[in-house]
Each structure stands twice: as C-alpha cells, then as structure tokens.
Nanobody
Framework: QVQLVESGGRLVQTGVSLRLSCAAS????????MGWFRQAPGKERELVAA????????YVEDSLKARFTIYRDNAKSTLYLHMNSLKPEDTAVYYC?????????????????WGQGTQVTVSS
C-alpha cells in the first residue's frame, strides 16, 4: 500500500522560504513520477510541480517557476518542494501525490495516491 506523508508546512511571514517534504513508502519510490498540488479554501486543487522518476525532468506551474523548485532523493524515498519568497496567495494545503507511471505527469487524473496534506499559511 502506497503511503505518502507530507511535512514542513507552517505559519510563516511574507518573503521567507520554506521546504516541504514527502516521505513515501509501500513500493519502489524511484520507479514512479511524483507531484505537488495545493488547494486553497474555496478553490480547486491545482498542480504546483511534477517530477519524473529520476528527477531529470521537472515541471513547475508557470506563475511559480521563479520561486518554486521540485526535486527528489530516491535514496531516501523523499520528495521535496522548495518555496522561496512566499506570498499570502501561496496559503493552501499542499499535497504530495503519485501515480502509476514513471514519466512526468501533469494531469490531476493521473495521480492515484495522495498524502494527507500539510498546511502552509503565509501572513502579510
């Protein structure tokens, strides 16, 4: 059974950096693509960033490219999202997710396994 556990979310001030982690277990982490999503109150869940099985290919939503970085450590079975210069509009629950393919996944429908989420709140 695939398990994903996010951590690192907290209340921060505008402008600071934060790194989220997602610890995976239950199957071979290094085989599968991963992604980070977020969902703000009253809004739909949206893809923030995605990464292929090896980390050689990544995607970050256009408006976040300058500030967010996704990477993975396959030896530690852990996915990361590094966020710089946080803004109040980044406030959301951030979810880690994975699917059943190795290549980059940019469609929400391709993700079948989800973590419980970690709350990021950015105060102005």
């Amino acid at each position: 059974q695939v398990q994903l556990v996010e951590s690192g979310g907290r209340l921060v001030q505008t402008g600071v950096s934060l790194r989220l982690s997602c610890a995976a277990s239950g199957r071979s982490f290094s085989t599968y693509a991963m992604g980070w999503f977020r969902q703000a109150p009253g809004k739909e869940r949206e893809l923030v960033a995605a990464i292929n099985w090896s980390g050689s290919s990544t995607y970050v939503e256009d408006s976040l490219k300058a500030r967010f970085t996704i990477y993975r450590d396959n030896a530690k079975s852990t996915l990361y999202l590094h966020m710089n210069s946080l803004k109040p509009e980044d406030t959301a629950v951030y979810y880690c997710a994975t699917g059943d393919y190795s290549n980059l996944l940019v469609s929400l429908a391709a993700y079948h396994y989800w973590g419980q989420g970690t709350q990021v709140t950015v105060s102005s």
